[in-house]
């Protein structure tokens, strides 16, 4: 019996789902998904399985959803830092708990959704790229035939591309909604020279991701970036990148322009939130609705389904080790 245990192979930690955590270093802030703690010399990410939409968290978890964010951040990480270096130290559980061991205990609760970072400067800005017309860029152009306050050519469809892409800042809203800025209101706020690089980075990341994900048959209509400095000013991206939180990835077999797309996101709770609101259930207020279980798994399913797609990959046979930077 002790040895066929032994002789089995080692199962992936499969961790319950995670709303909120609370480990014994100090917390130095909670986004809409992420808890942050300071680690003195660094920051652990924790991204949870919270779910947000229109604005409003979820009171359901979707299980794995933090765990997708999270890997899937690293391997582009790993894959972009030639082109603009970033923030992310290791995702690997051991080397995580051995250089702070006040974490060893409740390494069960944030190994494989915790990333080990360098601790930044933010700036305040959200760096948007877009390389299809959608969203609230579409809403703009349709209104005004411009995007981010520059004219655009008339008679661009809704959801087709936009070449070259184009950059459209933002503001980072503490509460709600992103307010969409033009440039050189981003340069009033981060200075024109530094407005100039974090332009020329994100459209460089973007262009090798649309590359990337093409190759999988997936389209990255648009996406966001945030960027910190470090104390030599040297400029890195921080946060997420090319993670369904934060981008629209598009089938690329079934993109119509003329209309909305399908996407691999958090649609399956959109549809569900929208169908309520049409009947008259929810007002998109505060607090979320509860979400069927019938929701929740497919929005799983979703956001393994584009982890794999991209990376090639199940999202159990990420290799943790291999991100290990310093
Ligand atoms: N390397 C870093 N240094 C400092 N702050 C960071 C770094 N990486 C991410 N952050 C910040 O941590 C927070 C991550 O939490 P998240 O849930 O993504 O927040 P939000 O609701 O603002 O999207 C964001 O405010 C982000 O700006
Ligand atoms: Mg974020």
Same mark, same amino acid.
């Given at each position: 019996?002790?040895?066929?245990?032994?002789?089995? =192979?080692? &199962?992936?930690? $499969?961790? +319950?789902?995670v709303?909120?955590?609370?480990?014994?270093?100090?917390?130095? !802030? *909670?986004?809409?998904?992420?808890d942050?703690?300071?680690?003195?010399?660094?920051l652990?990410m924790?991204?949870?399985?919270?779910v947000?939409?229109f604005?409003?968290?979820? =009171?359901? &978890?979707?299980p $794995?959803? +933090?765990?997708?964010?999270?890997?899937?951040s690293?391997w582009?990480?790993? !894959? *972009?830092?030639?082109?603009?270096p970033?923030?992310?130290?290791s995702?690997?559980?051991?080397?995580?708990?051995?250089r702070y061991?006040?974490?060893?205990?409740?390494?069960?609760v944030w190994?494989?959704?915790?990333?080990?970072?360098?601790?930044?400067?933010?700036?305040?800005?959200e760096?948007?790229?877009?390389?299809?017309?959608s969203g609230?860029?579409?809403?703009e152009?349709?209104?005004?035939?411009?995007?981010?306050?520059?004219?655009l050519?008339?008679?661009?469809?809704?959801?087709?591309?936009?070449?070259?892409p184009?950059?459209?800042?933002?503001?980072?809203?503490e509460e709600?909604h992103?307010?969409n800025?033009?440039?050189?209101r981003?340069?009033?706020?981060?200075?024109?020279?530094?407005?100039?690089a974090?332009?020329?980075?994100?459209?460089?990341?973007?262009?090798h991701?649309?590359?990337?994900?093409a190759?999988s048959?997936i389209?990255?209509a648009?996406t966001?970036f945030?960027?910190?400095?470090d104390?030599?000013g040297?400029?890195r991206?921080?946060?997420e990148?090319?993670?369904p939180?934060s981008?629209r990835?598009?089938?690329a077999?079934?993109?119509?322009?003329g209309?909305p797309?399908?996407s691999?996101?958090?649609?399956?709770?959109?549809?569900y939130?929208e169908?309520?609101?049409?009947?008259?259930?929810?007002?998109?207020?505060?607090?979320g609705?509860?979400?069927?279980?019938?929701?929740?798994?497919?929005?799983t399913?979703?956001?393994?389904r584009?982890?794999?797609?991209?990376?090639g990959?199940?999202l159990?046979?990420?290799?943790?080790?291999?991100?290990?930077?310093?």
């Amino acid at each position: 019996m002790q040895s066929e245990l032994r002789r089995a =192979p080692v &199962p992936t930690p $499969r961790n +319950g789902p995670v709303s909120r955590t609370r480990l014994p270093v100090p917390l130095l !802030r *909670t986004g809409k998904v992420r808890d942050v703690y300071d680690l003195g010399d660094a920051l652990l990410m924790v991204a949870t399985d919270r779910v947000s939409a229109f604005d409003v968290v979820l =009171p359901q &978890p979707v299980p $794995r959803k +933090g765990e997708v964010l999270t890997l899937l951040s690293a391997w582009w990480f790993e !894959r *972009t830092r030639d082109v603009v270096p970033n923030h992310m130290l290791s995702v690997d559980p051991e080397e995580i708990a051995r250089r702070y061991p006040a974490l060893a205990a409740t390494r069960d609760v944030w190994a494989r959704r915790a990333m080990l970072v360098r601790k930044l400067d933010p700036f305040p800005v959200e760096c948007v790229v877009r390389g299809y017309l959608s969203g609230s860029a579409w809403k703009e152009y349709a209104r005004t035939g411009t995007l981010a306050g520059e004219p655009l050519p008339p008679g661009i469809f809704e959801c087709a591309q936009l070449e070259p892409p184009v950059f459209s800042p933002a503001t980072k809203a503490e509460e709600g909604h992103d307010e969409n800025i033009t440039f050189s209101r981003m340069a009033e706020i981060v200075g024109t020279a530094t407005a100039e690089a974090l332009r020329d980075a994100s459209l460089r990341l973007y262009r090798h991701g649309l590359e990337t994900a093409a190759r999988s048959g997936i389209i990255i209509a648009d996406t966001k970036f945030e960027f910190g400095q470090d104390e030599a000013g040297d400029i890195r991206v921080i946060d997420e990148v090319f993670t369904p939180d934060s981008s629209r990835f598009w089938p690329a077999e079934a993109h119509r322009p003329g209309g909305p797309q399908p996407s691999y996101d958090k649609q399956p709770v959109r549809d569900y939130l929208e169908s309520l609101v049409q009947q008259g259930a929810w007002d998109r207020q505060p607090p979320g609705p509860d979400l069927p279980e019938r929701v929740v798994q497919a929005t799983t399913e979703r956001y393994e389904r584009v982890f794999q797609r991209l990376t090639g990959m199940p999202l159990a046979e990420y290799p943790l080790q291999r991100e290990t930077l310093s």
